[in-house]
């Protein structure tokens, strides 16, 4: 018996199909082996993959013969997600404390913290400094600012930064201040051994003074951040700053931090610092140079 073309199209064309549409639904998974079994996933365990074969039926498959399913790898890590707080997360918490009675009265307390992270290409840096110190009995004078910074890495070593700092500092008569700044740096290098970054750019601030007036201006501000590790993990460090006022270059300030950290155990420090300022237009009756030598704890992580 024969057939014409014509019915055999019609006869076998929707087997064909049907059969083109099944095997192109169904998973492939190859083996270490080079076997390369069609069928469909049922379920995976934790050692193994439950594999419904078109050949072989229900199979148990040992995870560590399989290497691909549907052409993706079964133990290929999953995307890397971005994390807020990244592995370049660090940080510092520094307390100075001390009370003296008898003869005189005194209490000093000084309680320093920061902490930075990266995320992507942008650093970001928030600081918190509280201090307050009386003699004999009297109203303790306070000094507080709070901090927060973002540098943009626009380049491997140059940064965008931009500051908002807000606080008080009664030894100095002012009562409130803020301060926004925006400056270009540059990252010269950052090591676990050693670290020195520089910037400069322009910085806005506003005083409000404890005779009730208010000095408000625009500066030109150049800052510099340093540290180095030392023998036994000591590490040294050096913070400095400049401010010179656009509208009258003689008014200026400058401030620097220098410390030493000796190890106690591990993360745990003990610190010596020296602060030191310089106004050479201070508030009405305060001094043109403010410092102090301070030793405590701290705890870097």
């Known amino acids: 018996m024969s057939y014409a073309p014509s019915t055999i199209k019609q006869f076998f064309g929707p087997l064909i199909t049907l059969t083109f549409c099944v095997a192109s639904s169904g998973d492939e998974i190859i083996l270490s082996n080079g076997d390369v079994l069609q069928g469909q996933e ?9 594999w419904q074969s078109d050949n072989f039926g229900l199979l148990a498959i040992d995870k560590s013969t399989v290497v691909t399913i549907n052409g993706i790898a079964l133990n290929a890590p999953a995307e890397a997600t971005v994390e807020l707080f990244s592995n370049t997360y660090n940080g510092d918490l520094s307390f100075t404390g001390g009370y003296s ?20 290409d942008f650093r970001h840096k928030s600081e918190i400094n509280f201090e307050s110190h009386s003699l004999d009995g009297s109203r303790p004078a306070e000094q507080y600012d709070i901090g927060h910074a973002v540098d943009w890495f626009f380049q491997d070593k140059w940064f965008w930064s931009n500051a908002l700092v807000w606080g008080a500092n009664d ?8 301060s926004i700044g925006s400056a270009i740096g ?34 030109w501000s150049w800052a510099a951040d340093y540290r180095r590790m030392l023998s036994n993990s000591m590490e040294i460090f050096h913070r400095q700053g400049i401010l010179v006022a656009l509208t009258d270059m003689s008014d200026s300030e ?8 000796v190890p106690v155990v591990k993360n745990l420090f003990t610190e010596l610092k020296l602060e030191w300022i310089y106004d050479n237009q201070p508030a009405l009756g305060t001094r043109s140079t403010d410092s102090q030598v301070t030793i405590g704890v701290n705890y870097s992580w």
């Open 42 to 50: 049922q379920q995976q365990t934790e050692d193994q993959v439950l």
């Open 171 to 178: 030894d100095r008569s002012i009562d409130q201040f803020y």
């Open 101 to 120: 009675s008898g003869n005189i009265k005194r209490e000093d307390w000084d309680l320093d913290g920061d902490v930075e992270w990266r995320h992507g």
């Open 186 to 219: 540059r990252q010269f290098w950052d090591t676990e051994i050693t670290s020195l970054s520089a910037e400069t750019g322009l910085l806005w601030i506003s005083e409000e003074l404890t005779d009730q007036t208010t000095d408000r201006r625009l500066t």
């Open 254 to 261: 400058i401030n620097a931090d220098f410390g030493l950290k």
